[in-house]
């Protein structure tokens, strides 16, 4: 949702002095109105940015429209008190800050209230402002014009993202009535009587009588007991102490949940347990952390990009899903004491078969071979090829074994599929989702080594694929899933896996060139789609019809080869030899240095088996056959009829 409304583009570290409001007034013209995400407003407030939250100018009359609803709270109710009061009467702000002048003894803040669509008439955008005043005790008269600018401030110790139904709102506010400037309750009936008890409205709040004689009474609240916002103290006790019968009393009643996985048990206590509502907190969002003595509200629970539910206290700075809070609170030792406990409070179980029990060992088995010397032993080349990213490898194991599903999501060799996007599998591995091509890369060099295997979604049976959709819809996520295997390393596989790695060498292959092109140019097609299923064909315009076709290589990337090819040959001729690095600075003026340096990696292999050249590495003797002038021995190209000679 955006928001259109005024910020100025000056931040301030305390509250706007002097001949600061006149200026701010200047810069925030009507013409510098934008639309905003709520994100952003939180943000620019948080850098000290003033806000006007109508799409209007200096005067009330240049008024447009407004989304947005600011109330001033000065230091006559806490922070709390007015969470409270929004709660009761269900008005709940979409966020809570606090003004550059706000201390613990004198709470100075301001509610944000945001809205379902945006309003375009005056009168109703009026009294709404004026309702929301109304019911959070604000009479300031300064406060009521909808022109008015707020200054930033220092904190938001509230969240909700709460969005108010504006049809609501409006009904509420239609007995304000607007006079000029002032606006008052509308009493419709005995206008006369001063009997306070028949003025009182449904949801206890007495208005302001339409009478001269009487307009000075106050608006008064009557006093509910509001709830409490501290938590069901024995739900947190209760975990403290391990009483299971109190916990699945309140928890264990719903039918039993039987899950095919170990993954699928997980996801659904992260996303689908209310961690707020479990811990008996009813307003989550600003609540005092349970795991310090804490007085000012340091925490809250929240709902993160991937639907889990978070515990995050900035006091002592700890971050916990359900498991971890319960992990915590209950001082258990081990995880799967924790996942006993969560099972039994709310009635669910992990099917195992024991098919899943035999795919576990076998799985379980590889990653002792990757680490007790074994796999070394009978695959050294590829071992050393890997050997940076063999980490990678154990927890794509460790995905595997969560995700085995049954007999029926396996292979042409009978080897568990397992499927994840490549944001879970970048959070998994611990690398940024935003170095997506560094993940895919690493897949790659293991899928080469036939470590792994990267199964082409195309030729799986229809069932894997729905099931994938399925459980990719129900995450609300619309990723592409990849489809993995992992074979069983065995004697049986190690010569294939060593001569994989032997071929890796041999055709001088580096992390930083590992691209389908790259395998392409180097060994064929056949191996190009072994490790980029995905990509094996493409559609493109063919004498006016689209046609699928093999996929081979792009245009420019062409064009760059056979430059490349041109300035090995230009190098050769003027030394007998060339280096990437001479290549690189012929074609500087051509190519950025990494462009080329990548399309070297590409291409070399293919320029050196066409051209009857080869890659060596320089020893005494060739540098004095080359007369070469460097520090080192490094790789150098050449004709291959002058190494044959050597």
Known sequence: MKIKLIIDKVGYNSKPQGSDGGTITKRMTIDTVKEYLIEEIKESILQGKTIRPSYCGGREDSWKSQQLFMIDIDDNMTITEAIEKCYKLNIIPNFIYTSFSHTEEHHKFRLVFVIDKEISDYNIAKKIHLYLMEMMGESDEKCKNINRFYYAGKTIPFD????????????????????????????????????????????????????NDISNIPILYSTPKLPSIEPEIYTIKAITNRDINILKSVYGKNEKKIFETNQEFIDYIRTEIDLGEFLGFHYPRSIRCIFHDDNNNSAGIFQNEDGAWIYHCFGCNVSYNIVGVIERLACFKSRPKTYKFIKEIFNLEIMETEWQKEQKEILLENLKILNNGEFEDNSPQANKNIKGIKHYLEKLILIALDNIHNENLTDEEGQVVFFASANYLAKQMGISPNSINKIYQKLVVLTYHKLLNKLDDKELPERFLKRAMAININSGKNNHINFFSIPSYTVNNFPDIEQRG????????????????????????????????????VTENIEGTYQVIDRTTTKKSDIRTNNIVKAIHELIEEHGYATERGI?????????????????????????????LKRI???KETKEFFKMDSNGYPFIICKGEIVDEK
């Open 502 to 537: 032997k071929q890796w060498k041999d055709n001088h292959y580096t992390m930083k060139g590992v691209s389908r092109e790259m395998f392409y140019r180097a060994e064929g097609l056949d191996m190009a789609n072994e490790l980029y299923p995905q990509y094996k064909q």
């Open 617 to 619: 590495r320089t020893n």
């Open 160 to 211: 909700s993202g709460n969005i108010l139904d504006s049809d609501n709102l409006i009904e509420k506010s239609k007995d304000i009535v607007i006079n000029d400037i002032r606006a008052k309750r509308k009493v419709k009936d005995n206008k006369d009587s001063l009997n306070l008890s028949s003025l009182l409205s449904s949801n206890g709040v007495l208005g302001v009588l339409d009478n």
């Open 584 to 612: 690189v600075l012929r074609l500087k003026d051509k190519y950025r240095y990494i462009t080329t340096e990548i399309q070297i990696k590409k291409s070399l292999k293919e320029i050196c088996d066409s051209y009857d």
